[in-house]
């Protein structure tokens, strides 16, 4: 999507991550749906794959990790308008060094419908 790349150097921001894992799970055929939008912002993406929904929030970090990911997923409530389909929701959190460029953390929780 647009916001991924506007007026960016792609590599240093969470576009160029979300990118990626976009690129692996559509080349597996599975229904993503990127800067998935809800009424209190937009979740990175959404992966709707064998009756279970995960739910994707990217940020990038100086170093160490902040666990502003998955608090974001939480804080804006991405996950409650999926409930009433009555699949198992995941919550993921991934972040990313911007010095070390790779993942610092991942962090999962599950959503009880």
Same mark, same amino acid.
């Given at each position: /999507?647009?916001?991924?790349? @506007?007026?960016? /150097? ?9 990118? $990626?894992?976009?690129?692996?799970? =559509?080349?597996?055929? $599975? ?5 998935? =939008? ?8 959404? #992966?709707?794959? =064998?009756?279970?929904?995960? %739910?994707?929030?990217?940020? #990038? #970090?100086? +170093? %160490? /990790? ?5 608090? &974001?997923?939480? =804080? ?6 999926? @409930?009433? +389909?009555?699949? /198992?929701?995941?919550?993921?959190? $991934?972040?990313?060094? @911007?010095? @070390?460029? &790779? ?7 599950? $959503?009880?419908?």
């Amino acid at each position: /999507p647009h916001d991924w790349y @506007r007026n960016n /150097p792609i590599a240093r921001y969470e576009g160029h991550y979300a990118s $990626v894992f976009y690129s692996h799970f =559509a080349a597996l055929g $599975v229904n993503v749906t990127v800067e998935d =939008a809800s009424h209190h912002g937009k979740v990175d993406m959404t #992966v709707d794959f =064998a009756g279970h929904l995960y %739910l994707f929030e990217f940020k #990038v #970090v100086e +170093q %160490l /990790p902040e666990g502003s990911a998955l608090e &974001q997923i939480k =804080a804006k409530g991405y996950a409650d308008k999926y @409930r009433a +389909q009555g699949k /198992p929701i995941h919550l993921i959190g $991934v972040e990313f060094s @911007r010095e @070390r460029r &790779q993942i610092v953390a991942f962090e999962v929780e599950n $959503v009880h419908c």
